[in-house]
């Protein structure tokens, strides 16, 4: 892959023309599917799981700071989703942002991440709930 293949990207006036084209993805999850998700990542080990194994076994009662810091983390990485979303009108989330600033590799290498996100998402939480439920 050459240098200017890496780094090509297509101008926000662009991408926004393109929203209603045949090749666009399609907003498929709308706001309370995505509330869901996020909430089921967070609550699925952070709440039920992990809190009492780490308050039990390392942290004692500094394990409710810690969750307060790891809430406040969270809610400043929804605020960068919001800006992302504000600034590049179109569907994407933090790929089409990368894709129009960054270029067409650091976008590849963002998508994959993302989907690597939610692999590990679904992996903790399934680990969490098998071992509650042992």
Same mark, same amino acid.
């Given at each position: 892959?050459?240098?200017?293949?890496?780094?090509?990207?297509?101008?926000?006036?662009?991408?926004?023309?393109?929203?209603?084209?045949?090749?666009?993805?399609?907003?498929?999850?709308?706001?309370?599917?995505?509330?869901?998700?996020?909430?089921? %990542?967070? !609550?699925? *080990?952070?709440?039920?799981?992990?809190?009492?194994?780490? $308050?039990? =076994?390392?942290? @004692?009662? /500094?394990?409710?700071?810690?969750?307060?810091?790891?809430?406040?983390?969270?809610?400043?990485?929804?605020?960068?989703?919001?800006?992302?979303? %504000?600034? !590049?009108? *179109?569907?994407?989330?933090?790929?089409?942002?990368?894709? $129009?600033? =960054?270029?067409? @590799?650091? /976008?590849?290498?963002?998508?994959?991440?993302?989907?690597?996100?939610?692999?590990?998402?679904?992996?903790?939480?399934?680990?969490?709930?098998? %071992?509650?439920?042992?």
């Amino acid at each position: 892959m050459s240098l200017a293949k890496f780094l090509r990207h297509k101008s926000v006036e662009q991408l926004q023309a393109e929203v209603g084209l045949r090749t666009d993805f399609r907003r498929v999850l709308g706001l309370w599917q995505l509330t869901a998700i996020g909430i089921g %990542g967070i !609550i699925g *080990v952070g709440i039920f799981v992990l809190a009492g194994q780490q $308050a039990a =076994l390392n942290a @004692g009662p /500094a394990v409710a700071l810690s969750f307060i810091i790891a809430g406040f983390g969270s809610a400043c990485a929804a605020l960068c989703y919001a800006e992302f979303a %504000g600034l !590049i009108p *179109v569907t994407g989330s933090a790929y089409t942002y990368g894709y $129009a600033v =960054l270029g067409e @590799g650091a /976008a590849w290498i963002i998508g994959w991440d993302l989907l690597l996100e939610y692999a590990l998402v679904v992996a903790v939480v399934a680990i969490g709930w098998s %071992g509650y439920v042992q």
